[in-house]
């Protein structure tokens, strides 16, 4: 995979990376604060960029893959579209 560039689905960890589980905000943590660096804000939910990788990105990362960002998911995963209140929905460019 040297050199292949891949988006990871936004469900997984990826280091460096923020993981918002599509916009679910179980897996954010509320502040009242200004923005923090190295972390995405959603309202009054921050997400934070991940500082590890989930095994099969490492493994990907291992084998030459280069993470370019995340792909856009339901909330939770759940279900068959790809819209979630943070990203709105996955348009076809075409």
């Given at each position: 995979?040297?050199?292949?560039?891949?988006?990871?689905?936004?469900?997984?960890?990826?280091?460096?990376?923020?993981?918002?589980?599509?916009?679910?905000?179980?897996?954010?943590?509320?502040?009242?604060?200004?923005?923090?660096?190295?972390?995405?804000?959603?309202?009054?939910?921050k997400f934070e960029?991940?500082?590890?990788?989930?095994?099969?990105?490492?493994?990907?990362?291992?084998?030459?893959?280069?993470?370019i960002g995340k792909?856009?998911?339901?909330?939770?995963?759940?279900?068959?579209?790809?819209?979630?209140?943070?990203?709105?929905?996955?348009?076809?460019?075409?």
């Amino acid at each position: 995979l040297r050199g292949i560039p891949l988006a990871i689905k936004d469900l997984e960890k990826a280091k460096g990376l923020t993981t918002t589980s599509g916009g679910c905000p179980l897996f954010g943590v509320q502040t009242e604060q200004g923005e923090d660096e190295g972390s995405y804000r959603f309202g009054d939910w921050k997400f934070e960029n991940e500082m590890e990788d989930e095994p099969f990105v490492r493994r990907l990362r291992d084998a030459g893959a280069i993470i370019i960002g995340k792909t856009n998911a339901p909330e939770l995963g759940m279900g068959c579209h790809s819209y979630n209140t943070i990203h709105g929905t996955t348009l076809n460019p075409y």
